[in-house]
């Protein structure tokens, strides 16, 4: 049964920090493209950062310098390191799975940050 599962969402105060992990289970996890997307209320899903089976990694510009994408592949997880969270990036986080243009999502987690 093919499965992400995330974990780590919350409330922080802004300028916090929040760690998001995801754990995939049913796939080839070190050959996929791993990534995470976020939806804001009334707006559409956005790409936050990916990290591909070589660990090559990009990263929306409004992200940069404070977030980081990483990946195990021997615990097939992959993580978002969110450090200077600001009420803007409050959303539903989702975990991605990539690969020949198929792509999974994990459930979401809610992320809320507190001016």
């Known amino acids: 049964q093919v499965q992400l599962v995330e974990s780590g969402g919350g409330l922080v105060q802004a300028g916090g920090s929040l760690r998001l992990s995801c754990v995939a289970s049913?796939?080839?996890?070190?050959?996929?493209?791993m990534g995470w997307y976020r939806q804001a209320p009334g707006k559409q899903r956005e790409l936050v950062a990916t990290?591909?089976?070589?660990?090559?990694?990009n990263y929306a510009d409004s992200v940069k310098g404070r977030f980081a994408i990483s990946r195990d592949n021997a615990k097939s997880t992959q993580y978002l390191q969110m450090n200077d969270l600001q009420p803007e990036d409050t959303a539903v986080y989702y975990c991605?799975?990539?690969?020949?243009?198929?792509?999974?999502w994990g459930q979401g987690t809610q992320v809320s940050v507190s001016s």
């Open positions: 990290i591909s089976s070589t660990m090559y990694t």
């Open positions: 049913g796939i080839i996890f070190r050959i996929h493209t």
């Open positions: 991605s799975a990539q690969l020949t243009g198929l792509t999974l």
